[in-house]
């Protein structure tokens, strides 16, 4: 009898247990998907292996989707749609428009699937975390190194991606900022916008030169932006006529570099920015307490470190 009053007990505690406090999947039963703007780009695929990374060692599962080169807000939302469909434990996120994503992120929130932002991220204070970089302060350090290539005078023009996305405005304002605050004897002459197309950029470029004679340094604050300049420069021959200072780090761009076309520029860590917003994700979905915004940190290279092992796994060539 005493026997049976010993089973009898445990199995009421078994019970017990089951019905108070939230049951956390077992780590092999985790699903969480990563769902970015464009998957079809060296930077996105260096993104996912730091993300399978992640999802390996946290014994994980996860998907990396994206869209086309076409920045399509409806595909997006049918990706959301079916990822939640799924009842992930967590969700990753880079929005192309966070307004037409508010309804699912919302029914994320009823449901207590954690949401973190990576790269742009996401435009709502439902997002737990952002895993990106500091695109203002990434504008900041163009213009210093802008400042000692131009021994701190002269003019100087801007070309972005547009006047809308966050991290365009950020780059953008880091930039202006900080050549008005900063270098007195420095004018922002122009800024364009060639949304992140090379095409555009290159056209946008022309129109810059030959608008200021005088100009003496371009910022191309993203890889489209940076090549369209190289290709104007090249096109209407003032190669050495003036300096550039790019971002990320497309072939195209490490040739200009090298070849001396280009100064220097500034590329992100994408295998760190994968990993770490799987992480993130992974420690909301258990909920631990985590920042409100994870600096996955900037590099600046020009020929003198180019080549540099420790720099190689910043390239999405």
Not at 147 to 163: C, H, R, Y
Not at 174 to 202: C, E, H, R
């Amino acid at each position: 009898m005493k026997k049976s009053f010993v089973i009898g007990l445990a199995l009421s505690l078994i019970i017990a247990f089951s019905f108070t406090g939230e049951q956390k999947a077992a780590p092999n039963q985790v699903y969480i998907p990563v769902i970015v703007k464009i998957i079809r780009y060296p930077f996105w695929d260096l993104v996912k292996s730091g993300a399978e990374r992640a999802a390996a060692d946290y014994g994980i599962e996860i998907t990396f989707e994206g869209i086309g080169p076409e920045l399509q807000v409806e595909e997006q939302v049918n990706l959301l749609r079916t990822a939640l469909a799924r009842n992930p434990q967590a969700i990753v996120l880079s929005a192309v428009d966070s307004r037409a994503l508010t309804p699912y992120l919302e029914e994320a929130q009823g449901a207590n699937i954690p949401v973190v932002g990576i790269d742009s991220g996401v435009d709502s204070p439902i997002v737990q975390t952002t895993v990106g970089i500091d695109n203002y302060g990434a504008g900041v350090l163009a213009a210093d190194k802008m400042a000692e290539l131009l021994n701190k005078k002269g003019e100087v023009g801007l070309i972005t991606i547009d006047p809308i996305s966050k991290i365009s405005i950020d780059r953008r304002d880091g930039f202006v900022d900080t050549i008005n605050q900063q270098y007195p004897d420095m004018t922002v002459v122009d800024i364009k916008y060639g949304i992140g197309d090379a095409t555009l950029s290159a056209e946008a470029a022309k129109e810059m030169i030959e608008a200021h004679p005088n100009i003496k340094g371009i910022f191309g604050a993203n890889q489209g932006s940076v090549e369209g300049i190289i290709r104007a420069v090249k096109e209407l021959n003032k190669i050495g006529d003036f300096s550039i200072i790019g971002f990320d780090s497309g072939k195209e761009l490490l040739d200009a570099i090298r070849e001396g076309i280009v100064a220097g520029a500034i590329t992100q860590n994408p295998v760190g920015m994968g990993y770490q917003s799987v992480q993130a994700a992974y420690r909301a979905y258990l909920g631990e307490r985590i920042p409100e915004f994870i600096d996955t940190g900037i590099q600046w290279y020009d020929k003198s470190n180019i080549d540099s092992p420790e720099l190689q796994g910043f390239f999405y060539k």
